[in-house]
């Protein structure tokens, strides 16, 4: 990777809150939500909120509106509905609330994906934007899937120390302090 973390910056934790998406998984199954939550803390990143809501758009855009509006979310990573199934909705709960759109992402998920499930990535319809000033990263719902995309993806975006840039310095109550 081009990029380095950059050991004499200071670390600024950012605040994510982790959204599962699905008919099936509750608190004790939700293998994707745990991963991502035991990843991001210890990173030392805040769990900001955890949440598990059905695969249907009402639903999905309410917990991502509530968590938008709270000041105390700087991101929002969901996992699951990003596939082709006739209940994976994600995409068309959140896209509409989409400010921008950052195309990128998929691309990079996309490569290090093809690496390990190969072309079955062509399935995944992840992808990441920014509604209002929150970031929202959407994820399939494999916990295989969010270990990819956090290990070789995110962990390196969501670090402040992370060199040549990283999303901390996009985040409005980090911008001074990252850059």
């Known amino acids: 990777m081009a990029g380095s973390i950059d050991e004499r910056r200071a670390f600024l934790p950012l605040r994510i809150a982790v959204l599962t998406v699905s008919d099936t998984r509750d608190e004790e199954s939700d293998g ?4 991502l ?3 991001l803390t210890g990173a030392g990143h805040e769990l900001a909120g955890k949440a598990i809501v059905r695969d249907d758009v009402a639903a999905i855009r309410a917990q991502v509106q509530a968590w938008v509006a709270d000041r105390a ?5 969901s996992t699951g509905g990003t596939g082709f199934s006739p209940r994976d909705v994600t995409p068309e709960a959140v896209k509409p609330l989409l400010r921008r759109e950052m195309d990128g992402f998929a691309v ?5 994906s093809l690496g390990t499930v190969g072309l079955s990535t ?3 319809r992840a ?13 399939p719902g ?8 956090w290990d070789h993806v995110l ?8 060199r040549p840039c990283s999303i901390a310095e996009l985040i409005p109550r980090l911008a001074g302090s990252a850059a």
Not at 32 to 35: A, P
Not at 108 to 112: D, E, G, L, M, P
Not at 130 to 136: A, E, K, P, R, S
Request: aromatic share 14%.
């Open 155 to 162: 962990r390196f975006e969501f670090d402040s120390r992370y």
């Open 73 to 77: 979310v700087d991101i929002i990573v």
């Open 127 to 139: 992808f990441a934007g920014q509604i209002g000033d929150t970031f929202i990263f959407c994820l």
């Open 122 to 124: 062509l399935q995944s």
């Open 108 to 112: 990079v998920f996309h490569q290090v």
């Open 142 to 149: 494999s916990s295989g899937a969010c270990r990819d995309a």
């Open 32 to 35: 994707s939500g745990r991963t």
């Open 37 to 39: 939550a035991e990843r």
